[in-house]
């Protein structure tokens, strides 16, 4: 593997998987505020309105769905998804080699004629204590994500009814019987963030400072609308 050509188109997917996260989240957002608003939306607009509002949140549902399968559950190999980066974090070639890239002291200015190179060793294994300890928390986080109900639950949404319209038995896929919410679609996010922007700092030794849930704002004002008299 080569890690210097590979290791740059990693990063810029998961910078774009970081992107469609927050996305995402606002897709979600908007959604999850109609709901709250769902009774007094009927009780102040007309059928006509009602109807719009419906496809709006259809729309928002079956968006947020498709959303989260492409970035975090997809894993055909041309796409840009969760499960290659974790795959290259996987691997012990690549994960050794952006050890020592994580590892590396930053560059230094002489100002004196003191040595100051003696901080280096230490520097480099304290980060590479970090590193480890990080990457191991991130994989087994995404061990969890991938391996529970909902991340199932989300997948055959998607699958079964959102991309493909599943008709087995002389029945469309029923989405009450196979028990899918709405909330599922916030419960993932709530989940990969707690791994996600951990996996970022490995991978590109930077943060966000964007809030994920900073769109509930405009959620409300945008919802209101419906409900003002």
């Not at 901080?119 to 590479?128: L, V």
Request: charged share 25%; hydrophobic share 30%.
């Amino acid at each position: 593997m080569n890690f210097k050509q590979n290791f740059p188109t990693t990063q810029n997917m998961l910078n774009e998987i970081c992107c469609g996260y927050f996305s995402v989240w606002r897709q979600v957002l908007m959604l999850k505020e109609s709901t709250k608003n769902s009774d007094d939306i009927k009780e102040l607009n007309s059928n006509t309105v009602c109807l719009g509002v419906k496809c709006i949140q259809e729309a928002l549902l079956f968006s947020t769905i498709t959303a989260i399968n492409s970035w975090f559950i997809d894993q055909y190999k041309q796409t840009a998804s969760l499960h290659h980066v974790i795959s290259k974090l996987k691997d012990d070639t690549f994960s050794s080699y952006l050890e020592n890239w994580y590892s590396k002291p930053p560059k230094t200015i002489k100002l004196n004629t003191i040595d100051t190179s003696s901080w280096y060793e230490p520097f480099i294994e304290e980060k590479k204590v970090e590193f480890k300890n990080k990457r191991k928390d991130v994989l087994y986080k995404y061990e969890c994500f991938i391996s529970s109900d909902v991340y199932k639950r989300v997948r055959d949404l998607r699958r079964k009814y959102v991309a493909h319209k599943d008709f087995k038995n002389g029945q469309l896929y029923n989405v009450e019987h196979h028990s899918h919410q709405i909330s599922d679609s916030e419960t993932i996010l709530n989940t990969i963030e707690e791994f996600i922007f951990t996996l970022n700092q490995l991978m590109n030794k930077s943060a966000y400072l964007d809030d994920s849930k900073s769109f509930e704002s405009v959620s409300r004002e945008f919802w209101s609308t419906f409900t003002s008299t």
